[in-house]
C-alpha cells in the first residue's frame, strides 16, 4: 500500500527526531562503564507497528492461506525481528553484556543513522561487534532455512559467522528439522557473503541473520514457536560470550 503525502512527511519527521535522539544517546554513553569486554551491537531490521496499529515497512510480511501468526494469517518480519532481539537482550541483561540497540522501537531507521551509531561508539566509547536480525523470504515461498551473512573477504566476522552457525546447526537443526543454509565452500567457511550495508558499511565484526523464511509456511510456523524462539535467542548469547573470549578486534 503506497504511503500518502501526509504520512511520508510524518515518517520523516519522527526519523528526524530519531537522528536527533540517537546522538544524545551517544553523548550520554560516552560516560557509561563498560560491562563486558565488547559491547554488542543489536540491530532488529527494518520498521515495526506504529502505536495508532500502521504497519510501516513495505513488503516485509507474508498473508499466508491458513494458520495463525502475528495478526491472523499475516506474518510480519519486523514484528519477528523486535521479537528475537527482545529475547537476546534478556540474556545481555541478565549476565552483564554492554549492547546497544540500532533501531527504533517502530520506525524503520535508516540504515546510515545504524550504522553510524554502531562506528561512533565502536571509536569513540567501547570496540563492538554486532548482529542485525531478520527472517528471509523467496520468489516462489518454496526456500527454507537459516542463512549467515558476511562482508566480502574473509575477517573476524567469519569466524563469529562461523561459530553462530555451528552452534545453530549442533542444537537447533536436528531439534526441529530446521534446514542449514550455506554458501558453497570456495571460501572455506559457512556463511554467505554479500555487500550488505550493515555488514560493509561497520566498522566492527558484523553479521546479518536470516533465520528461516517466513513466507514458507513450515518454516514460518517454526519460527512462532516459542521454544524455537528461546533456543535460538541462546545461541546468540552464547556466540557473543565466545566472541568476548576469541575475536581480536
Partial sequence: MQQSKEEAIYHLEQALLLLKESKGELDDARTVKP????????DAGHSGISPDGKYLTRGKFWIHK???FHKGSTFFEDVFNRIMQNKVLKHYKENGIKYLVLNHEYLDTPLEERTRIINTYHKEVQKCTLDSLHSNASKKQKARGVSIWTSLGYTESDRSADDLWLRINKHLAPKYNIKMLKQDWTDGDYDYE????????TLCPAKLNEFLFFDNYEDALLAMREDV????????????????????I
Fill in 35 to 42: 560491562d563486558s569486554k565488547y559491547c554488542k551491537g543489536s
Fill in 194 to 201: 554479500a555487500n550488505f550495508w550493515m555488514c560493509k558499511q
Fill in 229 to 248: 524462539q528461546d533456543d535460538y535467542a541462546l545461541q546468540f548469547y552464547n556466540n557473543t560470550v565466545w566472541e568476548m573470549d576469541n575475536l581480536v
Fill in 66 to 68: 491458513k494458520g495463525n
